[in-house]
C-alpha cells in the first residue's frame, strides 16, 4: 500500500483521572489549534463533575502515595523520566505545535522537563533534612519537626508554557506526596494530555496525578471552593481569576501559592515544594529509663 | 406487569393449606423476563434528578435510610453515635431529617433503644440467626423474642434459604408465621430473603409472594453479608410483588434493599423505581427503607452542596 492511499489515524485525546483515560462526563470537546490557529485535534472539555470525580480520585490516592517511602516515590519520578525520554519525539512535536517553537527549541524544553523530574526525583528524600530537624528545646525531650504533604492540591498549570511549565509544577507537589489535580494550559492541553499517558506507564499509582482539560475558570471554580481539596496552585490563572479564586479558597483555609512571574528554564528551587508541605512538631520525652522503662 | 395469579383473594387463603398448594401457586406464578426487568430497570436509572427535585428526593432518602451496624466488632459506644448519627445526621444543619432507624444486633437494642429516645427513630433488630438463618426454629423464635422484649420496633428475620432452595416452602412459610407471631403487635416484621442466594429471579419472585403471605410487613432484598445485595432489578421485582400483592389483597407490604447502595445516585435510582412502579403510596418511610451504613454520609455531602454551592468532603461528616 502506498503513502497516497493510507488514511491517517488521528488521536482521541482524553482525560487522565484515577489512572483511567475517560472522555468528559459531559461529552462536551473543543478545537485545540496550533499556534498558526491550525486545526490540531479536539480535547475534552471538562465539566465540574470532571473535576468532582478528580478529587474523589485524588483522595483516594493520598494514603498510599503519602505512605510511600520517599525513596520509592524517587524511583517512580525518575520513572517517568525515563518514559518521557522514550517518547521524546512526540512531545517535540506537540510542544513545537502548541508553542509555535522550532524543533529544536521545542526540544530543549522537552529534555529541560525530563531533567526536571530526574531533579525532584532526587529531593523526595532529602527534603525533609532541609526544611525539618530537630529543635532545641529546654527540657528533657526531643522536638522534631517534620513536613507532611498537605494532601490534594490543585494545579492551575501555566498557560504559556505548556510541557516545561507544566512538569515545574507538578512535580514538585507529588514529590513530596501530595495527589494533584492539573488543569492543562486552556489554549495548548496536548502535551499535558500526552503526559497522562506517561504518568500511566511509570509505576505512578491512578489518581496521584489527574489531568484536566478544558476551560481554566470553569473547572478552577467548583476546585476551588471544593471542601475536600487542600490547596491550590494559581500558576495558570490571570489576576482576576486568581483573586476570585483565593476567595473560593479561602472557605476551608486552602494553602494559596499565588501566581508570579517564573522563568522555568532556570533551576526551580525548592520553594513550591515548601509551599504544599505542612511541618508536624512532635515532642518525644527523653533521659534514663528508669527499671520500669520509663523516666517517669 | 399483569401477573396470571389467581385473583380473588379467597383463592389466596387456600394456597397455604399444603405444602402442594403452595408450591403450585409459587410455581404457577409467571416467569421472569430477565432481560426485559433489567432493562427496565436500568433505564429508569438514567432518569436526571435536579435542583428543588434532587433536595427532595435526598431529605425523603435520609429520612428512609435504615441506619445498620451489623458487626461482631459493636461496642455500646459504636451504637450510641450511632444512634446519635440517626437523631442528627447533619449536627450543623437541624433542618435535616431523622434517619428512619438504627439497625443493630438483638442484644444492642436496648443501648440503642436508650440512644434514640424521645426522638421518633426507631430501633430495628436482625433476629433468627442473621446472617445464615441455620438455626432450630426455637433458637430463632427466641432471638426474636429477646429483642422484641429488649424494645425493638421492627424485626428483621432471615428465610430459610436452604429450606427454600430445596422446595421445601411450606416449612419457609412456618418459620415466617411462627416469627411474626413472636414479634406480637407491637414490632413490624422485616422478611430477608438474600436474594443474591436464590439464583435466580423467578425464585425472588416467588420468595416475595411466599413472604407476603406469611404475612410479612416488609420484604427485604439481602443481608448485607454477601457478595451481590441489592440491585435495581431485583428490588424493582420486588416492588411489582408488592404492587400486585396490593391489587389482589388490599395489603400494602413494605420494601427494604439493603446492602451495596452507597451513593446518592444510587439511592435516587432506588426512589424512581419505587415512584414509577408501585407510586407515591409507596414514597413514605413508612414502606420504603434504605438499609445501608456508608450511605447516609454521601446524601449528607450532597446535601451539604445543594445547600452550599460547594461540593463538600468527608471531614465534614462522621467517621463511622
Same mark, same amino acid.
Given at each position: +500500500?502506498?503513502?497516497?492511499? #493510507?488514511l491517517s489515524?488521528f488521536?482521541t485525546?482524553?482525560l487522565?483521572?484515577?489512572?483511567?483515560?475517560?472522555?468528559?462526563?459531559?461529552g462536551?470537546?473543543?478545537?485545540v489549534t496550533d499556534?498558526? &490557529?491550525?486545526?490540531?485535534a479536539?480535547?475534552?472539555?471538562?465539566s465540574?463533575?470532571?473535576?468532582r470525580d478528580?478529587?474523589?480520585?485524588a483522595r483516594k490516592?493520598? &494514603?498510599p502515595?503519602?505512605?510511600?517511602?520517599a525513596y520509592? #516515590?524517587?524511583q517512580?519520578?525518575?520513572?517517568?523520566?525515563e +518514559?518521557l525520554?522514550g517518547?521524546?519525539?512526540q512531545f517535540?512535536?506537540e510542544?513545537?505545535?502548541a508553542?509555535?517553537?522550532?524543533?529544536?527549541?521545542?526540544?530543549?524544553?522537552?529534555?529541560?522537563?525530563?531533567?526536571?523530574w530526574?531533579?525532584?526525583?532526587?529531593? /523526595?528524600d532529602?527534603?525533609?533534612q532541609v526544611?525539618g530537624g530537630?529543635?532545641?528545646?529546654?527540657?528533657?525531650?526531643?522536638?522534631l519537626?517534620?513536613p507532611?504533604?498537605t494532601?490534594?492540591?490543585?494545579?492551575l498549570?501555566?498557560?504559556e508554557s505548556?510541557?516545561?511549565?507544566l512538569?515545574s509544577?507538578?512535580?514538585?507537589?507529588?514529590a513530596t506526596?501530595?495527589?494533584?489535580?492539573?488543569?492543562?494550559?486552556?489554549?495548548?492541553?496536548?502535551?499535558?494530555?500526552?503526559l497522562?499517558?506517561v504518568l500511566?506507564?511509570s509505576?505512578?499509582?491512578g489518581?496521584?496525578?489527574?489531568?484536566?482539560?478544558?476551560?481554566?475558570?470553569e473547572?478552577a471554580?467548583?476546585?476551588a471552593a471544593?471542601?475536600d481539596?487542600?490547596a491550590i496552585?494559581?500558576?495558570?490563572a490571570?489576576?482576576?481569576?486568581?483573586?476570585?479564586?483565593?476567595?473560593?479558597?479561602a472557605d476551608?483555609?486552602k494553602?494559596?501559592?499565588?501566581?508570579?512571574?517564573?522563568?522555568? /528554564?532556570?533551576?526551580?528551587?525548592?520553594?513550591r +515544594?515548601?509551599?504544599?508541605?505542612?511541618?508536624?512538631?512532635?515532642?518525644?520525652?527523653?533521659?534514663?529509663?528508669?527499671?520500669s522503662?520509663?523516666?517517669? | 406487569?399483569? *401477573?396470571n395469579a389467581?385473583t380473588a383473594?379467597?383463592?389466596?387463603?387456600d394456597? @397455604?393449606?399444603?405444602?402442594? *398448594?403452595?408450591?403450585?401457586f409459587?410455581?404457577?406464578? !409467571?416467569?421472569?423476563?430477565a432481560?426485559?426487568?433489567e432493562?427496565?430497570?436500568a433505564s429508569l436509572?438514567?432518569r436526571?434528578?435536579?435542583t428543588?427535585?434532587?433536595?427532595?428526593a435526598i431529605?425523603?432518602?435520609?429520612?428512609?435510610?435504615?441506619? @445498620?451496624t451489623?458487626e461482631?466488632?459493636?461496642t455500646?459506644?459504636?451504637?450510641?453515635?450511632?444512634?446519635a448519627?440517626?437523631?442528627? !445526621?447533619?449536627?450543623?444543619?437541624?433542618?435535616t431529617p431523622t434517619?428512619?432507624?438504627?439497625?443493630?444486633?438483638p442484644?444492642?437494642?436496648?443501648?440503642?433503644k436508650?440512644?434514640?429516645a424521645g426522638? =421518633?427513630?426507631?430501633?430495628?433488630?436482625v433476629?433468627t440467626?442473621f446472617p445464615?438463618g441455620?438455626?432450630?426454629? !426455637?433458637v430463632k423464635?427466641a432471638?426474636?423474642?429477646d429483642?422484641?422484649?429488649?424494645?425493638?420496633?421492627e424485626?428483621?428475620m432471615?428465610i430459610d434459604?436452604?429450606?427454600f432452595?430445596?422446595?421445601?416452602y411450606?416449612?419457609?412459610y412456618?418459620? $415466617?408465621?411462627?416469627?411474626?407471631?413472636?414479634c406480637?403487635a407491637s414490632?413490624?416484621?422485616?422478611?430477608?430473603?438474600e436474594t =443474591?442466594?436464590?439464583?435466580?429471579y423467578?425464585? $425472588?419472585?416467588?420468595?416475595?409472594w411466599?413472604?407476603?403471605l406469611?404475612?410479612?410487613d416488609? $420484604?427485604? *432484598?439481602? @443481608?448485607?453479608?454477601?457478595?451481590?445485595?441489592?440491585?435495581p432489578?431485583?428490588?424493582?421485582?420486588?416492588l411489582?410483588?408488592?404492587?400486585?400483592?396490593?391489587?389482589?389483597?388490599?395489603?400494602?407490604?413494605?420494601?427494604?434493599p439493603?446492602?451495596?447502595?452507597? @451513593?446518592t445516585k444510587?439511592? $435516587?435510582?432506588?426512589l424512581?423505581?419505587?415512584?414509577?412502579?408501585?407510586?407515591?403510596?409507596?414514597?413514605?418511610n413508612?414502606?420504603?427503607r434504605f438499609?445501608?451504613?456508608?450511605?447516609?454520609?454521601?446524601?449528607?455531602?450532597q446535601?451539604?452542596?445543594?445547600a452550599t454551592?460547594?461540593?463538600?468532603?468527608?471531614?465534614?461528616? *462522621?467517621v463511622d
Open positions: +500500500m502506498s503513502d497516497a492511499t #493510507r489515524v488521536k485525546y482524553k487522565y483521572v484515577g489512572g483511567k483515560f475517560p472522555r468528559s462526563e459531559s462536551r470537546v473543543y478545537e499556534s498558526k &490557529g491550525n486545526w490540531l479536539n480535547a475534552p472539555l471538562s465540574r463533575k470532571d473535576a478528580a478529587v474523589v480520585a490516592a493520598v &494514603g502515595w503519602s505512605g510511600a517511602t520509592n #516515590r524517587g517512580i519520578l525518575y520513572r517517568i523520566a +518514559m525520554e517518547r521524546r519525539e517535540v512535536r510542544v513545537a505545535d508553542e509555535g517553537l522550532s524543533k529544536s527549541k521545542a526540544a530543549a524544553q522537552v529534555d529541560a522537563a525530563i531533567d526536571r530526574v531533579w525532584y526525583a532526587g529531593w /523526595t532529602k527534603i525533609a526544611v530537630a529543635n532545641p528545646v529546654a527540657g528533657p525531650y526531643f522536638n519537626s517534620s507532611e504533604p494532601g490534594v492540591v490543585v494545579v498549570a501555566p498557560q505548556s510541557f516545561l511549565g512538569v509544577v507538578i512535580a514538585p507537589v507529588i506526596g501530595n495527589t494533584a489535580i492539573v488543569i492543562a494550559s486552556e489554549e495548548s492541553p496536548l502535551p499535558a494530555l500526552s497522562g499517558e500511566a506507564t509505576d505512578l499509582p489518581g496521584v496525578v489527574n489531568v484536566l482539560s478544558g476551560r481554566t475558570a473547572i471554580t467548583p476546585l471544593h471542601q481539596v487542600n496552585d494559581l500558576a495558570g490571570d489576576d482576576v481569576l486568581a483573586k476570585e479564586l483565593e476567595i473560593a479558597a476551608n483555609l494553602r494559596v501559592l499565588r501566581p508570579q512571574p517564573v522563568d522555568y /528554564t532556570e533551576t526551580p528551587g525548592i520553594d +515544594m515548601t509551599a504544599f508541605l505542612e511541618t508536624k512538631t512532635v515532642w518525644h520525652p527523653t533521659g534514663s529509663l528508669g527499671a522503662g520509663s523516666s517517669y | 406487569m399483569p *401477573t389467581p383473594a379467597k383463592t389466596l387463603s394456597v @397455604t393449606a399444603s405444602d402442594s *398448594t403452595l408450591r403450585r409459587l410455581h404457577g406464578l !409467571p416467569g421472569v423476563d432481560v426485559g426487568l432493562a427496565r430497570a436509572g438514567t436526571s434528578i435536579k428543588t427535585a434532587k433536595a427532595y431529605d425523603l432518602a435520609i429520612s428512609m435510610v435504615d441506619l @445498620t451489623l461482631g466488632a459493636d455500646p459506644g459504636k451504637v450510641r453515635a450511632l444512634g448519627k440517626a437523631v442528627h !445526621p447533619d449536627p450543623t444543619d437541624r433542618t434517619t428512619a432507624a438504627v439497625c443493630v444486633y442484644d444492642m437494642v436496648a443501648v440503642a436508650e440512644a434514640v426522638s =421518633g427513630v426507631k430501633v430495628a433488630s433476629a440467626a445464615a441455620r438455626a432450630a426454629l !426455637p423464635l432471638d426474636v423474642r429483642a422484641v422484649a429488649a424494645g425493638a420496633d424485626i428483621d432471615v434459604r436452604g429450606a432452595l430445596a422446595g421445601n411450606l416449612k419457609v412456618d418459620e $415466617i408465621v411462627a416469627v411474626k407471631e413472636a406480637g414490632a413490624r416484621l422485616k422478611v430477608i430473603f =443474591g442466594e436464590l439464583s435466580t423467578d425464585n $425472588i419472585r416467588r420468595a416475595s411466599l413472604g407476603m406469611a404475612g410479612a416488609f $420484604i427485604k *432484598t439481602s @443481608t448485607g453479608k454477601v457478595a451481590v445485595n441489592a440491585t432489578a431485583n428490588t424493582l421485582l420486588m411489582e410483588a408488592v404492587r400486585d400483592f396490593r391489587a389482589q389483597t388490599g395489603v400494602q407490604v413494605g420494601v427494604k439493603a446492602g451495596g447502595i452507597r @451513593t444510587d439511592a $435516587i435510582k432506588f424512581v423505581l419505587v415512584n414509577e412502579t408501585v407510586g407515591e403510596d409507596w414514597l413514605d413508612h414502606w420504603f438499609g445501608a451504613s456508608s450511605l447516609l454520609n454521601d446524601l449528607l455531602m446535601r451539604q452542596k445543594l454551592g460547594r461540593y463538600s468532603g468527608p471531614d465534614y461528616v *462522621t
